[in-house]
């Protein structure tokens, strides 16, 4: 990936973070699932799911990076509805991420949006 793409994703995605009352960085899922190409929910959801697992298996708690919430979007009749959606955890959004990367034949770079909590 070259330089100047990996500085505009990294930008475009940190753009996304909001934060929780308490403080917390967040990014919701849907917003990533956009910017990553994903049209379908459920595609994206078979990613979330192996970050969960890698969560998981390296001994953090998969409801301290990944809570379920809910989140209103416009209809085209000008109603709204509610959708589910994920807040992650930027350690989560890390997780999501290299199991993209792993599951397209690529293995992690070190751009800032793939590095760990901590290693920024």
């Known amino acids: 990936m070259k330089t100047e793409r990996v500085h505009t994703l990294t930008d475009t995605f940190e753009a996304h973070a909001q934060q929780a009352e308490s403080g917390v960085e967040f990014w919701l899922a849907r917003d990533l699932q956009h910017l990553l190409g994903y ?19 390296s001994g953090h708690e998969v409801a301290d990076h990944f809570a379920d919430v809910g989140k209103m979007v416009d209809l085209g009749s000008g109603s ?25 034949g690529r293995g992690p770079t070190q751009s800032p949006f793939l590095l760990p909590p901590g290693k920024l």
């Open 80 to 104: 709204q509805r509610e959708v589910d959606d994920l807040m992650l955890t930027r350690y989560a959004r890390y997780l999501k991420m290299r199991s993209l990367l792993t599951a397209a």
């Open 39 to 57: 049209a379908k929910w459920d595609n994206f959801l078979n990613v979330v799911s192996k970050a969960k697992t890698a969560c998981e298996v």
